[in-house]
């Protein structure tokens, strides 16, 4: 049905490596004979336009909607550098505009892409197609409807495709009917095996601002064994599914033999989430290594802690072995009792297991915390300080490579917490606070963890980890967030009353 | 050994581990290394064997002297060499923690040659340079001394270095974004955050 398609990446995405959603949907194009070009705007736009301009784009990807940055000059700089693009774009003519939205953030630059593919003259003569996790985001500006349901319902697109993208868009391309196609019906993939490897044919990974060597993103596995209570994935993915360790890593060799390209960073939710499936792949890439002593691969991805008995010694070794260089770690807390409520599934004795083999291994973490989750106490929180102080040793070594502190506990919709709201009486701290609703709750369980004290936790802790030399991510934008929001709610009225018993 | 830093007892003493990897010549290399406590021996091939030599309680530079004498570096009639003996310092661990190998390289360590009679004739006669060092290697074909020179308390020296060599090598947006190495600027929004909550 469609013959001619222009693939897009739109920001706001890493520009380390190409996205991935491109070589998947490439070779989707690929598979069904359909001739296809790919334009990645989010890597094109940083490399045309001044770099102080695209500072502050990137700086207001968040609220770009906001009506008063409709004078300002990057905003004009960017929808001026936007039509250069679109034109570019639509000189392949083609009859169909697949836009890839990664993540909500990716929803401002996509607005105005549809809006500029929408007024063009010749707009009968493509559709236009959305897909990727950011479509289902609820816009202040569209007064919190979906995005995806909106733009449909208005037409200014053609298609939203909901869910993993290799099979429906595939059908969407032979013109067949398929769930997730204009509905949320969407089905898992079973055989994740059954794919085709992405295609990198149009896509160059060399053209990325990638750190020392290019790399890749791969991907082991959807969904999550865990349901952490905070947690989203499960409302995209709600069954684990993933390929086997030795399909993995003959990806990886494909590439490797056809790109000469050996790093890569899995997209995984957990890189061992099944643990036969993680042996597999590890052994499958040691066997690869010992074939041809130049397969020197280096890969990164999401880890959860397990126990001594489930990741010996013996599962770290081969994870160095096969060139595990950085894991993200979802620690949340230091503090038992807060990882119980949140269902991660893991002590500190186990944490403390797993910092010792990956001192051994030279394995360096990157741990992902969340201050401020609705059961934490004071006493928790002293928690997270000492360890500070007590694993201070694997920041100097670099083990602990990184520490991110996030933005303070959010509820977001679809969530087992969201779910949890009732037992955990959790209410709105401030009344009319919907412009800042993920964060206006209080636990009348836990009355005195309000936003406030959310935030003080929060800074104490940056405070700490900087004073001990852990090293954070860039922390100006939540900086900047925080004060919005102390600004914001210094005008609202509590929206609830504590009586001294 | 302990000393109090901002309320933190900071260790002054390191335990050190050296993985060796031991190849053939005619004889097996021969080292010593000051302080060294204990060797564990692991054979990998007939020609290969790993030594892991553990040092307790360190605080100054540990030397490992590499004894190779002539006639270890075995050729064919027509010079290709068969089997030559050879130390390498395979891996280091601090604290049971892995050293990046780069930085125990070119940042932490040196080796001096100390070169036989015959290679240093050899090279004249072929007009070939000595370098007598010292050198930032880590496999030893020539006897020597190679010292892991290293500065108390360990890790906060260790940091440094690590951060210097990153520094180096990234600009200052990635420096940020990836690293987490960042100007002081945040500090102007914490005192502003801080202020806000105070007025409470």
Redesign the interface.
């Known amino acids: 049905m469609f013959k001619q398609v222009s693939l897009i990446a739109l920001p706001k995405q890493d520009f380390l490596r190409p996205p991935g959603a491109l070589p998947i949907l490439a070779a989707a194009c690929e598979a069904n004979n359909a001739e296809y070009n790919v334009y990645d705007f989010n890597l094109w736009l940083k490399e045309n336009v001044e770099p102080s301009i695209w500072q502050e784009i990137d700086d207001n990807w968040s609220d770009s909607f906001v009506a008063s940055h409709m004078d300002t000059m990057w905003y004009k700089e960017f929808l001026k550098f936007l039509n250069i693009y679109v034109d570019k774009i639509m000189l392949s003519s083609p009859d169909l505009v697949s836009i890839s939205i990664f993540s909500d953030y990716g929803c401002f630059s996509a607005f105005e892409l549809i809006q500029a593919l929408n007024s063009r003259p010749d707009r009968n003569t493509f559709k236009i197609a959305i897909g990727g996790t950011g479509i289902r985001a609820k816009l202040k500006i569209l007064e919190f409807k979906e995005f995806c349901t909106f733009l449909l319902s208005e037409q200014k697109i053609d298609y939203f495709i909901y869910g993993e993208g290799e099979v429906a868009f595939s059908n969407l391309l032979k013109g067949i009917d398929y769930p997730g196609i204009n509905n949320f019906d969407a089905v898992q993939i079973d055989d994740l095996d059954s794919l085709p490897f992405p295609s990198y044919k149009k896509i160059n990974p060399w053209d990325y601002k990638y750190l020392t060597t290019p790399e890749l993103t791969i991907t082991g596995s959807k969904g999550c064994v865990r349901k952490c209570t905070y947690c989203d994935v499960a409302k995209y993915w709600p069954k684990f599914k993933y390929r086997s360790g030795q399909n993995l890593a003959d990806e990886m060799w494909h590439y490797y033999k056809t790109l000469n390209i050996t790093n890569f960073e899995f997209s995984d939710s957990l890189i061992n989430g099944s643990m036969k499936q993680f042996e597999e792949l590890n052994k499958a890439i040691i066997r690869y290594k010992s074939i041809d002593k130049d397969f020197t691969p280096s890969y990164k991805g999401q880890f959860i802690c397990r126990s001594k008995n489930l990741m010996p010694e013996s599962s770290y070794r081969e994870m160095q072995e096969a060139g595990c260089k950085y894991i993200y770690v979802g620690l949340e807390s230091f503090s038992d009792p807060v990882r119980h409520s949140m269902e991660k599934k893991f002590s500190n004795k186990d944490f403390e297991w797993h910092l010792e083999m990956c001192g051994k291994y030279g394995i360096k973490n990157s741990l992902l915390m969340l201050v401020g989750y609705p059961t934490e106490t004071l006493d928790d929180h002293q928690q997270n300080l000492s360890a500070l102080k007590k694993y201070q040793v694997y920041a100097h070594s670099g083990i602990i490579s990184m520490i991110v502190f996030g933005y303070t506990a959010n509820i977001l919709a679809d969530t087992p917490l969201y779910h949890q709201m009732d037992e955990l009486k959790i209410t709105e701290e401030y009344s009319n606070g919907s412009e800042f609703s993920t964060f206006n709750w209080v636990s009348l369980k836990n009355p005195t963890l309000n936003l406030k004290e959310r935030i003080r936790r929060w800074i104490e802790l940056v405070e700490t980890a900087n004073s001990l030399d852990y090293l954070m991510p860039r922390n100006k934008h939540i900086l900047s967030s925080f004060i919005n929001l102390l600004t914001q709610t210094s005008t609202k009225k509590k929206a609830f009353k504590l009586h001294p018993s | 050994m302990l000393t109090s830093n901002?309320?933190?007892k900071v260790k002054q003493s390191i335990n050190i581990t050296i993985e060796l990897e031991l190849y053939l010549g005619v004889t097996w290399p021969k080292y010593t290394v000051n302080h060294a406590l204990s060797c564990k021996e692991t054979e990998i091939s007939k020609r290969i064997k790993k030594h892991k030599v553990v040092v307790d309680d360190v605080t100054s530079p540990l030397i490992l002297d590499y004894s190779k004498s002539e006639g270890e570096t075995v050729t064919s009639k027509n010079g290709e060499i068969l089997f030559d003996q050879k130390l390498k310092v395979n891996k280091i661990?601090?604290?049971?923690?892995?050293?990046?190998q780069d930085l125990v390289k070119y940042n932490m360590s040196q080796f001096d040659p100390n070169y036989n009679t015959s290679y240093i004739e050899y090279c004249e006669q072929n007009q070939l340079t000595v370098d007598h060092g010292p050198l930032q290697i880590l496999e030893f074909f020539h006897s020597g001394k190679w010292k892991f020179l290293f500065q108390v308390p360990f890790?906060?020296w260790?940091?440094n270095l690590?951060r210097e060599q990153v520094a180096g090598?990234?600009n200052k947006s990635?420096l940020?974004?990836?690293?987490?190495?960042?100007d002081n600027?945040?500090q102007q929004?914490?005192l502003?955050?801080?202020e806000?909550?105070s007025?409470?």
């Open positions: 901002n309320n933190i661990w601090v604290d049971n923690i892995l050293l990046e890790w906060n260790y940091n690590m090598k990234h990635d940020e974004s990836y690293f987490g190495i960042e600027d945040n929004l914490i502003k955050l801080k806000l909550l007025n409470v």
